[in-house]
């Protein structure tokens, strides 16, 4: 993941999601989500969730980003963060 997060974000380290759209402007959406197992593990231990939430969180994560939110300012992190408890509270209540 390291590797995969340097080469296309040109960013030292690793990362727990990346996200590759694939889709043409105005087609449906495409893409690729690559969630780094290690890092959900260490997460899922400092946010004290299980496993399963913390994949869940980060597949949410890549789709927002596919559909065209982004997270590198303090404002786009917050509106994610919001939209992924939103859309994980959602899936939980039709579990």
Do not use: W
Request: with cysteine; proline share 1%.
């Amino acid at each position: 993941m390291a590797k995969l997060h340097r080469e296309y974000s040109g960013v030292r380290g690793t990362t727990d999601v990346l996200t590759f759209e694939l889709s043409e402007p105005k087609d449906e959406l495409e893409g690729e989500i690559y969630i780094c197992l290690d890092q959900a593990r260490r997460q899922a231990t400092e946010y004290k969730v299980n496993m399963t939430e913390e994949i869940a969180r980060l597949a949410v994560h890549g789709i927002l980003h596919l559909a065209g939110y982004d997270d590198r300012t303090k404002s786009g992190r917050s509106q994610m963060k919001k939209l992924e408890d939103r859309m994980l509270m959602r899936a939980r209540k039709t579990a």
